[in-house]
Structure formats: structure tokens, C-alpha cells
């Protein structure tokens, strides 16, 4: 009983973060999926804090978000970089993208 009571007393001082969300999804290029795509998603609650994933080589990628609402999502890929807004609530969410390099930029587009 004593054991049970400290460990609820713990958990009540020190709460762990838990995501708030998961965003996760796919990256391709001319229909193909890409790997080695880095994954930045930021939050105007916490901008220091920036959750990051690489793309495999199904172009997949998930990142674990603690902030929920409006978020940037910024693909960097061949050295350009591409962002756009997602939203991060509760539950899962899925963001699938075509990011299109040219030399001005990359630009995503949410399939």
C-alpha cells in the first residue's frame, strides 16, 4: 500500500510528457516514394522545441508531437527546404506529401 501511494505521489510531482499526437505519413517524388528526407514539425506553444523524423525507404516517416494545434512541418530534402502548415490534435494524424524540387525551392503538396 505505502509503495502504491509513493509511486502515485511520484507520478503527480514528476509527470511524464506524453504526445499529444502522432503525425505520420509519406513523402514521394514523381509518385515515387523518397528515403532520407528530414522531417522537422515545430509549434508556435513551444518554437524551441522541434520533433524530427527521417523518411525510410518507403518515403514513411511518424513524429511525436506534445503540442497540440497549428504546426509547421518543414520537409528537407537534397538540401532545400519546404514547409507548410499541419494541425496536431489528440489523435493520429496523417499527412501525405508530393515535394517537388526545383531551383527556387521545394515546395510540398498534401496529397
Not at 511518424?62 to 514547409?83: D, L, P
Request: with cysteine.
Amino acid at each position: 500500500m505505502r509503495r502504491t501511494a509513493g509511486l502515485l505521489v511520484l507520478l503527480t510531482i514528476f509527470p511524464w510528457s506524453t504526445p499529444a499526437a502522432q503525425i505520420l505519413g509519406t513523402i514521394r517524388e514523381n509518385g515515387r516514394p523518397v528515403a532520407g528526407v528530414n522531417i522537422e514539425v515545430s509549434c508556435p506553444a513551444n518554437p524551441s522545441d522541434v520533433h524530427r523524423a527521417t523518411t525510410d525507404q518507403y518515403g514513411a516517416y511518424s513524429v511525436n508531437v506534445t503540442e497540440k494545434g497549428k504546426c509547421t512541418f518543414t520537409a528537407i530534402y537534397s538540401g532545400q527546404r519546404a514547409s507548410t502548415d499541419v494541425f496536431s490534435y489528440a489523435d493520429l494524424v496523417r499527412a501525405d506529401f508530393d515535394i517537388t524540387r526545383s531551383p527556387g525551392g521545394a515546395t510540398l503538396k498534401r496529397r
